[in-house]
């Protein structure tokens, strides 16, 4: 063993035999709770049919297709998880998947998405309008060529088993249009 390290090995011992009583003293900090911008997701929760309406070109008649969605929550209420079933164009299936949580420190709604027509994952943050009831939001992610794309969506609650979704993307022109809108109906 080289002499000229023991006084600096001894050094350190002593500073984690003063630091590691110190530092397992202090509480761990308190495990998260649900609270009043969780309830936001209590709305969503449920088996919601779903009246899908794309327009992937803008000025053409929407596709219309059919799905339901299911939602529950998770990690003891702090998040909302979303699956998605149906067609998104007839006779083509699509599986989509979302988890939506209240971030804290940013004081935002931040989620993500993926699904069977999309090349990776989409990333967003949202806002909740009490008076208005409507969530107000954007995503970024992959479409399904693979190109980043950013979507602007609005959610209006038009009653307590009644919701409509719009999504916004930009045109070839740099417009924005819309892309997609779902209206849902929760089932009892």
């Known amino acids: 063993m080289n002499m000229h390290r023991i006084p600096g090995s001894l050094a350190l011992l002593t500073v984690l035999a003063v630091a590691v009583p110190l530092a397992s003293a202090q509480q761990p900090p308190p495990m998260p ?3 009043p911008e969780h309830a936001v997701f209590k709305m969503d929760v449920g088996t919601w049919d779903a009246v899908v309406e794309a327009s992937p070109i803008p000025g053409a008649p929407p596709a ?3 799905g339901v969605e299911v939602n529950t929550l998770g990690c003891g209420g702090l998040c ?7 067609e998104v164009m007839p006779k083509v299936a699509f599986h989509g998947h979302g988890v939506a949580t209240w971030d804290a420190s940013k004081k935002v709604y931040r989620g993500s998405w993926t699904d069977s027509m999309s090349r990776g994952l ?3 943050e949202s806002t909740w309008d009490a008076a208005k009831k409507k969530v107000t939001g954007t995503m970024e992610g992959p479409d399904m060529t693979g190109q980043v794309v950013k979507m602007r969506s609005e959610v209006q609650y038009t009653s307590a088993t009644s919701r409509v979704m719009t999504a916004y993307a930009a045109g070839t022109d740099g417009k924005e249009t819309q892309v997609l809108k779902i209206t849902y109906t929760k089932r009892k």
């Open 33 to 35: 709770t649900p609270g």
């Open 64 to 66: 219309k297709s059919k």
């Open 80 to 86: 909302l998880i979303s699956d998605f079933k149906g």
């Open 122 to 124: 989409m990333v967003g």
